[in-house]
């Protein structure tokens, strides 16, 4: 297992490290298990949905919410590998990160480069992720229901399709470095999974529908709380944490991303240590939940 000081030269230059190196551990076991409870759950819905068509197809398509769920949990496993901390190689976290990329359909070089540009300018007008929540507080009641809402009908696709796989600079890429061979078999292998090897041909668009809308629902709402609503000049209030609700890491977050004012303090500190890491520098002063706070928001 590499060092401390091995990793702190893995990370990215511009990111911050705890001072204390217990922080700075990453976990295999962790790292494993937050990739296989979304991922295995992924793929049983995929085998399932066309059995579920062949009785009736407009029932296969209400998985579509489960679907685009776990497909939004698994960008967040991807995040961790994007700030090398899931596992405890650089090449491991990189490979998972591609991988998972392949199956969600998120191109993890690009995810990767526009959210280490969100860390550095979050709460100001450049933040790719700004769209989730910058003006909020300007909004009319009307205003605020629409913008949580529109995701629902895929409106929210135009800010994220330069992370899609099927944006022509990524698969450019993915061409003149070869990963487009294990893309394309991938994709072909979820394809025969969700269509029941053809059966459903309809089908075929089920994975990209449901995280095109649910799953930029899902991770809009969680932007809001995260980010929403702050003092002007001042990107530190643009942040903030939230204790622990067993809804809440069903739904909006995985990898303790409620512990989110501490991983923008620290993000190279490791997912698996935010709980502890929370606990020392805030002292358990955190007391909101996530859903509290989005109601906060929209009053």
């Known amino acids: 297992m590499p060092s401390a000081d091995l990793r702190a030269d893995e990370r990215p230059q511009d990111e911050p490290a705890h001072p204390q190196a217990k922080w700075l551990e990453p976990s295999n076991v962790y790292g494993a298990a937050s990739v296989a409870k979304n991922l295995v759950p992924l793929l049983v819905l995929y085998a399932t949905i066309p059995y579920v068509a062949n009785r009736s197809l407009v029932l296969a398509w209400c998985f579509s919410p489960i679907v685009g769920l776990v497909l939004y949990r698994l960008t967040m496993a ?17 490979w998972v990160g591609k991988a998972l ?3 969600t359909g998120v191109n993890f070089g690009r995810f990767k480069q526009l959210h280490w540009e969100h860390h550095k300018s979050y709460g100001a007008p450049g933040d ?8 909020i507080s300007r909004m009319s009641g009307s205003a605020f229901a629409w913008h949580v809402v529109k995701p629902l ?4 696709l135009r800010y994220v399709f330069r ?3 099927l944006h022509p600079s990524n698969l450019k890429t993915a061409a003149l470095n070869g990963e487009v061979v294990a893309l394309t078999l991938v994709q072909i292998a979820v394809a025969l999974l969700v269509t029941g090897a053809g059966r459903h041909v309809s089908l075929v668009i089920l994975p990209f529908v449901s995280a ?4 930029l629902f899902l991770s809009q709402l969680r932007g809001i709380a995260e980010h929403g609503v702050g003092e002007p000049d001042r990107p530190e209030t643009f942040v903030r944490s939230h204790v622990p609700d ?19 303090r620290y993000p190279g500190v490791p997912s698996h240590k935010l709980p502890a890491l929370s606990r ?7 007391i909101s939940t996530i859903w509290h706070t989005l109601r906060t928001r929209a009053r």
Do not use: K
């Open 246 to 264: 067993l809804l809440g890491a069903l739904l909006l977050y995985d990898v303790h991303f409620n512990f989110h004012e501490e991983h923008h």
């Open 128 to 135: 790719p992720q700004g769209f989730h929540y910058l003006g």
């Open 78 to 94: 991807m995040h961790d590998c994007g700030h090398a901390t899931l596992f405890t190689t650089r090449r491991a976290n990189e």
């Open 153 to 156: 009908l895929g409106f929210n």
């Open 163 to 165: 992370e899609s796989i």
């Open 101 to 103: 990329g392949f199956v």
């Open 212 to 215: 095109a809308t649910f799953g």
């Open 280 to 286: 020392e520098v805030t002292g358990g002063r955190i």
